[in-house]
């Protein structure tokens, strides 16, 4: 399975590349005036550590220097891997000049809103 995906919420939209690798998911997330490779997170399902009848899961990311996508990359991997229950490779990079503090949250909030579409997608089909 291979897709491209789009938020539609207006300003700060983010578009998604997804790939599914065998059983592994590849995400791309990109956004803004320069979209690029910022961060990369590696994440992998496991058992929660609260109650292991519960998936969660744990990530490793870099980032370039100067980037702040890592954070991005890492929510998003950490939560495909815990609910499709395999181990996720996410690349972010996102850049708005001179980006206002809202704008910001917009952005995590249309992470949050591609991450939601990526899952309905795989999980509807």
Do not use: C
């Not at 109650?51 to 490793?60: G, K, L, N, Q, R």
């Amino acid at each position: 399975m291979e897709f491209n995906i789009d938020t539609h919420e207006g300003k700060y939209d983010l578009s998604a590349s997804v790939r599914l690798i065998g059983p592994d998911l590849l995400v791309a997330i990109w956004g803004g005036e320069k979209p690029h490779i910022g961060a990369v997170a590696m994440s992998q399902p496991r058992p929660s550590l609260k109650d292991p009848e519960v998936t969660s899961a744990t990530a490793s990311v870099f980032a370039y220097v100067g980037h702040k996508e890592d954070e991005l990359a890492k929510a998003a991997a950490e939560i495909l891997a815990a609910t499709l229950k395999t181990n996720v490779v996410v690349t972010a990079g996102i850049h708005w000049d001179n980006l206002p503090p809202e704008g910001i949250q917009q952005v995590i909030r249309n992470s949050e809103t591609l991450v939601d579409m990526i899952l309905a997608k795989i999980v509807g089909e």
